[in-house]
């Protein structure tokens, strides 16, 4: 997994409520279990027209907002279903911090586990981004992870919480995986003391 340490970018505003799972990768899509490629279909029916066309007036189809790492976003993101092809589509098209006040639980857990940053705000922080955001390609916006920081285009500075054990496997890294495998060493010990103690597991 990507490490997330500090990430500067324009904010891309999508101000909706209730923007959910299947508008952020519609279901149509999740016939793969691979996640390089999805990023093409992150909010495939907002950018695109039923001939897949890019719908002009679309945020992540005009110029001041195409690819933007950070999102600024509505209530309740990333509501209905539990599909963790959301957040990697979103890791995918390249967005690494979404910015709100709140998330649907599964989707905010999922996010953390594919290497986004989806950080809860009050409200009256939230709506001095989402304004920022708004402004376009010149109010870029920081968020730094280590510091529990977000630096507005004006200079003033947000803090934020993050759980610290989300925030040390971003920090290094580690999904599931990454996190079973820093302890390799004690499992290869485990596993040589356990085939003496009892060899008719490990027989062939």
């Avoid at 390089?36 to 950018?47: A, K, P, T, V």
């Avoid at 999922?110 to 708004?134: H, Q, T, V």
Wanted: proline share 5%; aromatic share 8%; net charge negative.
């Amino acid at each position: 997994m990507r490490k997330f340490e500090t990430v500067t970018s324009v904010g891309a505003p999508l101000p909706q409520i209730n923007i959910d799972t299947d508008k952020i990768i519609p279901a149509r899509f999740l016939r793969t279990i691979e996640r390089e490629g999805l990023g093409r279909h992150l909010f495939n029916d907002m950018r695109f027209d039923s001939e897949g066309n890019e719908t002009p007036d679309f945020v992540l189809n005009q110029p001041a907002w195409r690819g933007a790492s950070i999102l600024v976003v509505g209530d309740n993101f990333g509501c209905g279903s539990s599909r963790e092809h959301a957040p990697w589509a979103l890791a995918d098209y390249g967005v690494r911090a979404i910015l709100g006040t709140d998330f649907a639980d599964i989707f905010y857990n999922n996010s953390f586990k594919n290497g986004l940053l989806p950080i809860k705000l009050p409200a009256a922080d939230r709506d001095k981004l989402m304004e920022d955001a708004e402004r376009g390609e010149n109010a870029r916006i920081t968020v730094d992870l280590e510091n529990q920081v977000i630096t507005r285009p004006d200079g003033e500075e947000i803090a934020f919480e993050v759980d610290p054990f989300r925030k040390h496997c971003l920090l290094n890294g580690l999904d599931d995986i990454g996190m079973t495998m820093e302890r390799a060493g004690s499992i290869d010990s485990f596993e040589a003391s356990d085939r003496i103690a009892r060899p008719w597991l490990y027989a062939e």
